[in-house]
């Protein structure tokens, strides 16, 4: 079992994306990064971290988010930093 904790940005996402596509982009963003540097297959992500990117809205997720990663086998599940 393998633990680290990361702070992934987001601001180009909200910069380049459509005002109505960022929280997705920023949830997509998320899994793309833990799987570059978890080097793993498949990324699940906890409902407190969805729940912090959508807080305000598909408009405006946050420009950057602390994340912890915690990686069993070839899955990482991936939760919100305290």
């Known amino acids: 079992m393998e633990e680290r904790i990361y702070t992934i940005p987001l601001r180009d996402v909200i910069n380049r994306s459509v005002r109505n596509k960022r929280a997705p982009r920023a949830i997509r963003k998320i899994r793309q990064f833990l799987k570059r540097h ?17 807080e305000r ?16 086998g070839n899955v990482v599940i991936a939760t919100l930093a305290e």
Request: net charge positive.
């Open 38 to 54: 978890m080097k793993a297959e498949i990324v699940k992500i906890d409902s407190e971290l969805n729940e912090k990117i959508w």
């Open 57 to 72: 809205g598909i408009q405006k997720p946050p420009a950057r988010v602390r994340v912890k990663a915690v990686k069993e």
